[in-house]
């Protein structure tokens, strides 16, 4: 953690590592409110296959990309722990 002081204010403090924290937990709650309310669709399409086929490549990629984020988000955590 880094102090960041000009004058006449008190020491800023500025740490890497929570503003990533932050960040991916905003981020993947984000992606699972997607995951939600595209989920709770599912039904609304269930007689158009083409739209239907979008709704599931939509919950698809947003699994993918939550799982790209976890895993990064482990990773950075074991960098820190080095």
């Known amino acids: ?3 960041i002081q ?5 020491p800023r403090k500025f740490d890497s ?3 990533l924290r932050v960040t991916f937990k ?6 699972e409110t997607s995951i939600k309310k595209t ?3 599912i039904q609304e399409f269930e007689n158009h296959p083409e739209l239907s086929n979008e709704v599931f490549k939509a919950l698809s990629q947003l699994n993918y990309l939550q799982t790209q984020i976890q895993n990064l988000q482990k ?3 074991n960098q820190n722990e080095s």
Do not use: P
């Open 1 to 3: 953690m880094n102090d």
């Open 6 to 10: 000009t004058a006449g204010e008190e």
């Open 17 to 19: 590592g929570f503003v």
């Open 26 to 31: 905003r981020m993947l709650f984000n992606i």
């Open 39 to 41: 989920f709770s669709r």
């Open 75 to 77: 990773s950075m955590g």
